[in-house]
């Protein structure tokens, strides 16, 4: 739609998490009037922050949504580059595992700050208004209304062009789709949970190598440890929920991580991981699948709304900044958390990994590694599994290059530098 026919139209954004104030800046962008209502209090002037939440990987996809609204470089110099991943093994061990090329890494950003930058970027148009405290009761998708409750204060409602639904895998708006035929909805929770703890500073300075997400992969459950702005750590740790029960009082929680994670006693602390184990219940994650994404021309869910995704590949952020629109990347989710807290640490893991760096060095526009394709460029999702689905088939089965000669050769050199070497 033009500049030129948006004058006048209303945009209602139901939600102000992170993809609800991105989109507000879109919208308020191209001369849309936006009104966000979210149901919490303003994060910037909130005293404390509700439960906790995964430290965000924030990555090309992400970026890209960021720069387009001019606050890349802005929320870039607030977070800290991680070029690798940093396996901890069971006897102390660690080694790491490139993500991409030299110059590819993505950021370690905390999630209150991004949020706060992103609202405060949608206020700065004078044509956007934020209410905070506004909980919406009811949707009406055909006539473009909604219901909203003010607290303290008799329900309001106004009516709209669009009404987008940022309002999390828990939506009410997306309510309104449900009473819809042909709307398929599924959602689903995973076996595990998670638990985050922390690794102060030492001496003023990080306690690990900082450039680095760390990984303690345990095969059925892993801990990750992302490094923050003021010298610390964000650790988390994924277990099944009847892992988490078996611990009760803090000397069995320090047993278990003397048995599993033993390097990360000292920089946690143990009197502080004690305490800390018990601070909050192990979250549950979920997944949401749904389409049609959209109601009518009045209605359209965004971000989790949407497609909810656990975080184990770290593109629920990116993915729902970029309003990407294709399930598969639940696929991609799954293939993740198998990498992480088993593959990484198989031999053969490694040594596939470094096959498909030389094919891509070799054919960068014809073998791109999985991750590379997820994180570092803005290839559709479900053209990644598609693409991905056939190198492993290619590394499988070879013969099915018998049309390129050329590609028989380039791979035929690199198996004979790679034997040589051995």
């Not at 005293?47 to 430290?55: E, L, M």
């Not at 965000?56 to 802005?74: I, W």
């Not at 909980?135 to 204060?153: D, Y």
């Not at 909050?280 to 009045?298: D, E, F, G, T, W």
Request: include cysteine; charged fraction near 20%; hydrophobic fraction near 40%.
């Amino acid at each position: 739609m033009e500049s030129s026919n948006v004058q006048g139209k209303k945009v209602a954004i139901v939600g102000g998490g992170l993809v609800g104030a991105l989109n507000a800046c879109f919208f308020a962008k191209r001369g849309f009037h936006v009104d966000v209502y979210e149901a919490r209090e303003d994060i910037r002037v909130s005293s404390f922050a509700r439960g906790r939440s995964i430290n965000l990987a924030l990555s090309y996809r992400g970026r890209q949504a960021l720069q387009a609204v001019g606050l890349e470089e802005q929320i870039v110099s607030k977070g800290i580059p991680m070029h690798a991943r940093r396996i901890h093994t069971l006897l102390g061990k660690k080694y790491s595992i490139p993500y991409g090329k030299k110059n590819q890494y993505i950021l370690s950003v905390d999630r209150a700050n991004l949020n706060r930058e992103l609202l405060t970027a949608a206020e700065k148009y004078s044509n956007t208004n934020l209410y905070f405290g506004h909980k919406l009761i009811e949707c009406n998708a055909e006539l473009g209304t909604l219901t909203i409750k003010r607290s303290g204060q008799l329900p309001l409602e106004d009516t709209y062009d669009l009404i987008v639904g940022c309002d999390g895998a828990f939506s009410t708006v997306r309510k309104q789709f449900m009473r819809q035929t042909c709307f398929n909805y599924s959602h689903e929770y995973i076996p595990h949970g998670y638990m985050e703890l922390t690794i102060p500073p030492r001496d003023g300075d990080f306690a690990m190598e900082p450039n680095y997400l760390h990984i303690w992969p345990r095969n059925t459950f892993m801990m990750i440890a992302l490094p923050n702005m003021d010298k610390s750590f964000t650790c988390t740790l994924f277990m099944p929920f009847e892992e988490f029960e078996k611990l009760k009082t803090g000397e069995q929680v320090l047993d278990f991580f003397q048995t599993y994670f033993p390097d990360s006693i000292p920089l946690i602390g143990e009197q502080e991981l004690k305490h800390d184990f018990f601070l909050l219940p192990a979250q549950a994650m979920i997944s949401v699948k749904c389409s049609s994404y959209h109601l009518s021309n009045r209605c359209v869910l965004m971000g989790d709304a949407a497609h909810a995704v656990v975080p184990f590949y770290g593109q629920g952020m990116n993915a729902g900044l970029l309003v990407q629109q294709h399930p598969s990347s639940f696929g991609l989710v799954m293939i993740s958390v198998l990498q992480m807290r088993e593959h990484v640490n198989s031999t053969w893991f490694i040594f596939r990994k470094r096959i498909n760096n030389l094919l891509h060095t070799l054919m960068p526009s014809t073998i791109i590694p999985l991750y590379t394709m997820v994180t570092f460029s803005r290839i559709r999702y479900h053209e990644v599994l598609q693409r991905w689905k056939w190198q492993e088939k290619v590394s499988q089965e070879p013969h099915i290059l018998h049309n390129s000669p050329a590609l028989c050769c380039k791979l035929l050199t690199m198996l004979r530098f790679l034997f040589a070497l051995r």
